[in-house]
């Protein structure tokens, strides 16, 4: 929203009322920045988190080399689905850390106010908060937007983990083995969750759309 078009819009001459909405928005503001702080965390977390499972995931992958596992195409794919899930968290992450600053006031606003009267200067700094409150919901959007991103694939990630244990453990413990179309038909569908997972989320699942 541009200034012109809420300084059009902020008419009451009632100083008690503009001193009311001046609170309200600066509330509304506080709020808003606490939610990009909190994603900010978040991101940094999910970071950390990410990072940690790449490394017991390289571990796992000696592990299954020692053994010729990476010999099985399920066991090739569940090990690469899960390291293209930690590489899109991480990404999102980053991501979500890198939303550039947008627009802020600074203290130059005092001196435009000089001049003016009581209700004129609560009227004019009305409108540039309001108008900075505008500038603060797409960043913070766009922040929790890739902080979701990064939470959904780092979920996936360790579903996708634990269930190559879970094979692993059949195959070493119960002598399991699964024929060929089953093995196929397992790696269409993780090529598909790992590329897709997102998209079905936020469109199907009606979670996020940016």
Request: charged content about 20%.
């Amino acid at each position: 929203m541009k200034a012109e078009d809420i300084r059009s819009k902020v008419t009451s001459e009632n100083l008690s009322i503009l001193k009311r909405s001046l609170l309200f928005v600066d509330d509304r503001l506080a709020l808003l920045r606490e939610r990009g702080k909190q994603a900010e965390t978040r991101a940094t977390a999910m970071l950390a988190v990410s990072s940690i499972l790449a490394g017991f995931v390289v571990h796992f992958g000696k592990s299954l080399e020692k053994l010729k596992l990476f010999n099985s195409v399920l066991f090739a794919a569940l090990y690469l689905a899960v390291i293209f899930f930690i590489i899109k968290s991480i990404y999102y992450s980053i991501k979500a850390l890198w939303v550039l600053k947008g627009n802020e006031l600074n203290t130059d606003l005092v001196f435009e106010l000089q001049d003016f009267s009581e209700s004129e200067a609560a009227r004019y700094e009305l409108t540039w908060k309001i108008w900075e409150y505008w500038q603060y919901i797409p960043l913070t959007n766009e922040k929790l937007f890739w902080l979701n991103r990064s939470q959904r694939n780092t979920v996936a990630a360790l579903i996708t983990y634990m269930f190559l244990g879970m094979v692993l453990y059949l195959e070493m413990k119960l002598g399991f083995s699964s024929y060929w179309i089953v093995n196929g038909l397992a790696v269409v569908f993780l090529v598909s969750f790992v590329l897709f997972i997102d998209i079905a989320m936020e469109r199907l699942g009606n979670v996020w759309k940016k």
